[in-house]
């Protein structure tokens, strides 16, 4: 089944989310100045060119193990270059081709997104599923946890169902057109398990619910929202975010609330968004802005980059922000607290937002290497409230590009990401989280 929801209109975000600019919930309570915590740990260099594989590190997802932490899995995209595993001292135990999906006019991937399924029913056992995005396929694929994690010879295993159905386009030939699945969370509730997708250069956002039988894991009952591309302002302006020709603002990093079913999804050149679960029931509200959500530009085709119009114009937007805004997760504390992280791609920083109420912002933080390069440009993220090995308040996990620490291959640097390992306990110190 295959059900479709309209775009919502314009009107409705002047009234709820701009009038006046200050109400957004992420610019209240002012301002923190950004503190810094360190990582001596870092994942080996990932290189996008043909000798490295094409391979672009992108975003992480840490698997727990239920019994021995130290036997944690980091599973992370690499895009052409398929998934990497990587152990709790960041040491890699597995690279994962990007092959051909399993369907009749299948080709080879390109990961994007991956985060984790717990307790699925795969060939009658309990078995954790690493879920990953595939923007050739314009599908999602899946990948079986061996229950011995970083002790497991192999520790994923593809279990993709065949001939699984495109998220967003309706054939091969459109899915050539690469806007296709793009930013992934996992969502498992009431003993039901989705993916959220979006729409790379697009608003558009796919859930699925995931299913499992003789042939393997796969979904079903494809449903979609259009969120909103361009919104009023308060000077009776209405801003469209600056984009290349025939791209909409798109949508990447996504985390859904596991208490509430609430996603929290970061619209790259917009803000973060609060959005209720299933998709259409609700209003969605944009919780914080980028610094220059309102700025008026225009596309230059030759340098291929946007410019305001008017540089002395104000923008609207908020202070925690600055776009890309990209990787989503959430930590979660006991009862109702938690905090929800998101790299801000702009400055090299990460906003802290509190997960109650209206989700006040809490500060922001950036990272810098002990012994390691400090990190630049982040695109995912993951983080876990559990004990991981040593990171005994939990672990975040952070994507970096471009990587340029001293294993880095001289004259590659341009080619070369990583990921690096901070101690969730040094951000809530440096933040006076409690």
């Not at 596991?258 to 619209?267: D, F, I, K, S, V």
């Not at 309102?294 to 002395?312: F, L, R």
Request: proline content about 7%; hydrophobic content about 35%.
């Amino acid at each position: 089944m295959r059900r479709r929801f309209a775009a919502l209109p314009a009107a409705l975000l002047l009234l709820s989310l701009l009038a006046p600019a200050t109400a957004v919930a992420g610019d209240g309570g002012g301002h923190r100045p950004t503190v810094t915590v360190t990582t001596s740990v870092e994942t080996p260099p990932l290189y996008d060119d043909e000798a490295g594989g094409n391979a672009s590190g992108d975003d992480p997802a840490i698997w727990v193990h239920p019994k021995h932490s130290d036997r944690s899995l980091v599973v992370t995209t690499a895009k052409e270059g398929g998934l990497r595993v990587y152990s709790v001292a960041a040491t890699e135990l597995q690279s994962v081709a990007a092959t051909a999906a399993p369907r009749a006019d299948g080709v080879p991937g390109r990961y994007n997104n991956v985060d984790i399924a717990y307790g699925l029913d795969v060939a009658g056992r309990k078995t954790d599923v690493a879920v990953v995005s595939d923007r050739y396929n314009d599908q999602v694929r899946f990948f079986a946890i061996d229950p011995a994690g970083s002790d497991a010879a192999q520790p994923l295993t593809e279990v993709t169902a065949p001939e699984l159905e495109f998220l967003f386009s309706p054939d091969r030939e459109t899915v050539a057109e690469d806007q296709t699945a793009y930013g992934l969370a996992v969502y498992q509730r009431r003993g039901r398990t989705y993916a959220v997708v979006t729409q790379e250069g697009s608003t558009n956002i796919a859930t699925a619910r995931i299913t499992t039988g003789p042939d393997g894991v796969g979904y079903t009952d494809v449903e979609h929202l259009a969120m909103p591309g361009e919104f009023a302002l308060p000077d009776g302006t209405t801003w469209v975010p600056c984009e290349e020709p025939g791209v909409e603002p798109q949508l990447e990093g996504l985390a859904v609330d596991r208490r509430t079913g609430t996603l929290y999804a970061a619209q790259e050149d917009v803000g973060l968004w609060r959005v209720p679960l299933p998709l259409g029931s609700g209003e969605p509200r944009l919780v914080d802005r980028v610094t220059d959500f309102g700025v008026h530009d225009a596309y230059d085709p030759e340098t291929e980059e946007c410019a305001p119009v008017d540089p002395e114009v104000p923008s609207y937007g908020g202070k925690n922000l600055t776009a890309d805004a990209e990787g989503v997760d959430i930590w979660y504390g006991p009862g109702r607290k938690g905090y929800v992280i998101v790299s801000s791609q702009g400055d090299d920083t990460y906003g802290v937002y509190d997960l109650r109420g209206r989700n006040r912002a809490l500060g922001t933080f950036r990272v810098a290497g002990d012994g390691v390069d400090d990190v630049d440009g982040s695109d995912g993220l993951a983080v876990s409230n559990a004990p991981v090995g040593e990171y005994r308040s939990g672990l975040l996990v952070t994507h970096d590009e471009p990587e340029t620490g001293p294993d880095v291959d001289p004259g590659r640097e341009e080619d070369a990401t990583g990921f690096s390992y901070v101690h969730w306990g040094d951000v809530a110190k440096a933040l006076r989280l409690h």
